[in-house]
């Protein structure tokens, strides 16, 4: 079946830092790739997606590129700010199976903490 | 802009309540789904309805049930709660299937004693 591995939080990181957050998935079709982020007492919020091999989302300051050939969707940012404090959930969505009705499989999710 | 929304933010239950959590969307989406999310565990999919009155299992059913008598509004029912049950419930809603952004609501979480 599908599955969103995603690297475990928190990540503590100081303001202007770079970001980084692995996620690798495995995907019987081809996938959609989406970021999520849930901001404190929030519901999550669309944050980038890429629908083929060799897409870059990018959104707010923040990219992710669709590797096929490592099965991966890391997501990164230059420099974050405190406002970036946030949980961020790797998703894919398989286009390539007719049951799956495009429901979304999410990752466990990594809380990012940045401090002043 | 889409508005999806939970009718509770915070729900206490005793055990064996029946607990309903309501869902409303605004924006005509075919499909609405019900996620509940716990630490370390991510989202897992309870339920999802692609019509109305149709709905399919998700890969955490037991315990659950639904009801999709209009368009626009999704429940969630906990027929009879226990404390495994204590969790934010998320209500989400999309367009058209497969590459489409779902959008979700604020969460209710929900404390079962």
């Known amino acids: 079946g599908n599955s969103v591995t995603q690297m475990e939080g928190p990540v503590t990181l100081s303001e202007e830092a770079f970001l980084t957050i692995n996620c690798t998935y495995t995907a019987t079709g081809y996938p959609s790739l989406f970021w999520y982020v849930q901001y404190p007492g929030e519901g999550l919020q669309l944050l980038l997606k890429a629908t083929k091999a060799d897409d870059k989302g990018s959104n707010k300051g923040f990219e992710a590129t669709y590797r096929k050939e490592t099965t991966s969707f890391h997501l990164e940012k230059g420099s974050v700010q405190v406002s970036d404090s946030a949980v961020y959930f790797c998703?894919?969505?398989?286009?390539?199976?007719?049951?799956?009705?495009?429901?979304?499989?999410f990752g466990a999710g990594t809380q990012v903490v940045v401090t002043p | 802009d889409v508005k999806v929304t939970q009718s509770s933010r915070y729900l206490v239950k005793r055990t064996g309540e029946k607990v309903f959590l309501e869902c409303v969307q605004d924006m005509d989406h075919e499909n609405m789904f019900w996620y509940r999310q716990d630490p370390g565990l991510g989202l897992r999919l309870i339920y999802f309805s692609y019509d109305v009155k149709m709905k399919e299992k998700g890969d955490i059913p037991e315990g659950y049930s639904v009801s999709r008598e209009k368009k626009e509004r999704f429940s969630l029912i906990l027929e009879s709660a226990s404390t495994n049950q204590t969790s934010m419930y998320l209500c989400?809603?999309?367009?058209?299937?497969?590459?489409?952004?779902?959008?979700f609501g604020q969460g209710t979480r929900l404390t079962v004693v």
């Open positions: 998703a894919l969505s398989d286009r390539g199976r007719t049951d799956s009705w495009g429901k979304l499989q």
């Open positions: 989400a809603s999309k367009s058209g299937l497969l590459n489409t952004e779902a959008f």
